[in-house]
Every structure is written in structure tokens, then in C-alpha cells.
């Protein structure tokens, strides 16, 4: 019951929560604290040596997202065989697993290594199928979209004939009722509406000073 009242509230001190759930040996409560505090090498320590949950810890490193905790958990894992099966079982496609392989103490007995090999390496090449397959697909959606872009920004954009230019305020329009299709040779239109008369940017840009 105490976990979900620190999840949810923000009003007590955490190093006085820490005291009292360390003196309790309230062990998942002060791998929460330690983590808002951001010791979590030592949150990650308390997981492995204290709650002996290797999943857990996989799913912590996971979401901290920090290289250094996942080689502090591999470590942790090979120094203890009964640890390197959980490990192997559980890391999914998160850390490559030639890795974790190659570091594997010669002489160490593991149950159930090659199903679980087998396994491991099957999600490995999973994860990396999927990705590769999400990277093509957001190539492709970027192309599109770039493509819809650049055909919007080229389509005409109605000019009334009354409208002056922005910057001299003159009429941009020689005369009649009609409305203007931009592109137009003499005329700038901004996306934000504003039109301006090409020789009068022309004429602006050549007054001002030139810099140093």
C-alpha cells in the first residue's frame, strides 16, 4: 500500500522516506525513491541483490535508458549462474546478445542453455527486422509528405484585386474585378497572406547598408 502513495503524491521529503522504508527493509519502495533521487545504479543494485528479480531489473534498466545500468546488470548476472538464465531468458532483444555470449565464464553450467540461446537470438533478429521494416516505412511517409508539402506550396493563392502591397501600401493590381492567380511575375505572397511588389523588395534590399 505505501508504493502507490509515493507514486502518486509529491508532499513528503525523500531522503526521510528512504530512512524509514531502509529501516523496514522496505526494499521496492526505496528502489522508487532512489530513483526519483537518481541513484540508480544503487536502485538497480537493490533489484539484483536484494529483490533477486531479474526481470524486474531488465525492465528498470529498459526504462532508464542508460548503457551504463544495462553492463552493471550483465556484469552482476555472469558473476552468478543461477542469475545467467533468468538474464538470458528475459533480455529480449534490449542488448545485443553476442555480448552477453561471449562473456559467459567457460565451465559454467547453465539449464536450458541452447533453448534459450535459441530464443534470445530469435528476438534479437525480430527486433531488428521490425526495426528496419518501421525505418522503410517512415522513409517512405517522409517522401510523401515532402512531396505534398512542396505541391502545396506551389499551388496559386487568390490575390483580390484590391489588395496593396505590404511594404508601399500600392495597388498590386492594375485594375478590374477580377482576382489574381499567384504565381504572378511582379508579386511576392506569403503564406501569411501578405503580398508584396517584387521591385519594391528589389528596390528595398539594394537601400540597405551592406554589412561590414
Request: charged share 20%; proline share 5%; with cysteine.
Amino acid at each position: 500500500k505505501l508504493l502507490p502513495f509515493l507514486r502518486q503524491s509529491n508532499h513528503y521529503r525523500l531522503e526521510s522516506a528512504l530512512q524509514l522504508c531502509e529501516s523496514r527493509k522496505l526494499y521496492a519502495e526505496m528502489v522508487f525513491i532512489l530513483t526519483r533521487m537518481g541513484n540508480s545504479r544503487q536502485a538497480l543494485a537493490l533489484v539484483l541483490e536484494q529483490l533477486g528479480d531479474v526481470a524486474q531489473a531488465i525492465q528498470f534498466c529498459q526504462a532508464q535508458e542508460d548503457e551504463e545500468l544495462w553492463e552493471v546488470l550483465i556484469s552482476h548476472c555472469l558473476s552468478k549462474p543461477n542469475l545467467v538464465a533468468p538474464l538470458l531468458q528475459d533480455i529480449g532483444a534490449h542488448v545485443d546478445p553476442l555480448n552477453i555470449v561471449k562473456r559467459i565464464p567457460k565451465g559454467m553450467v547453465i539449464d536450458g542453455l541452447r533453448q534459450k540461446l535459441i530464443k534470445i537470438i530469435s528476438d534479437y533478429h525480430l527486433q531488428m527486422s521490425l526495426k528496419e521494416g518501421c525505418e522503410h516505412i517512415l522513409k517512405s511517409d517522409v517522401v510523401g509528405l515532402e512531396k505534398r508539402l512542396n505541391k502545396l506550396q506551389r499551388r496559386a493563392t487568390r490575390v483580390p484585386h484590391n489588395t496593396r502591397c505590404a511594404l508601399t501600401g500600392a495597388p498590386v493590381v492594375g485594375g478590374g474585378d477580377a482576382m489574381l492567380l499567384w504565381p504572378y511575375p511582379d508579386l511576392v505572397v506569403l503564406h501569411g497572406g501578405r503580398v508584396f511588389q517584387e521591385a519594391a523588395l528589389v528596390s528595398l534590399a539594394q537601400e540597405q547598408p551592406s554589412s561590414p
